[in-house]
């Protein structure tokens, strides 16, 4: 069964609402409509995106410095926390990243100490098994400067597919993703 991305949704909402523009076109149907929509677009739960299409996104809208922030977050060295079959490393002091894989995300909230500076979370796909697993953003709670979750699938797979493993969202988070086979 295939998710709707944000976008297909958006358009089969607009294409069924065509009969408010049908009608006698006042503010007051135009403001309800734009209500809905944005409302739709906004709220929808459970969806990630592309990291190239979301960094392009907040370019095109003048949100420099939100990008500048996720492209040192995603691009820079900086100090981080490793998380990985059930071993915790940290480097440097305060770290802002964290990198983990799936088997590990379930302990991080106990095992991961330093996570009061911690921005970024990296969530590495790195077998078909990994698919089968589900991700509880509830995992996450005792993050508390957590803005964004990044998905990194090593393995051939779908948008769709990796927000289904999406458990719990609250929309708390920024979720985004990026398939990266062989690179």
Known sequence: ????STLEKAVKFVTNCKFIFSFKKNIFQKNIFFLLFFLMTNFSFGQIENVDSYLTNLESSGQDSKLSNLKHLL????????????????????????????NSINSLNTTVTAKNDIEIATI??????????????????????????????????????????????????ILLYKISIGG
Do not use: C, H, W
């Open 1 to 4: 069964m295939r998710t709707k």
């Open 75 to 102: 691009y820079d060295l900086q100090s981080a926390v490793y998380a990985s079959s059930g071993k915790i490393n940290s480097y440097g002091d305060q770290p802002t990243a964290l990198f983990t894989d799936n």
């Open 124 to 173: 590495k796909i790195e077998k078909a098994s990994d698919l089968n697993q589900s991700i509880d953003l509830n995992s996450f709670s005792g993050f508390e400067n957590l803005k964004y979750i990044f998905l990194i699938s090593e393995i051939d797979t779908t948008p769709s597919v990796i927000n289904n493993l999406i458990k719990n969202n609250t929309s708390k988070y």
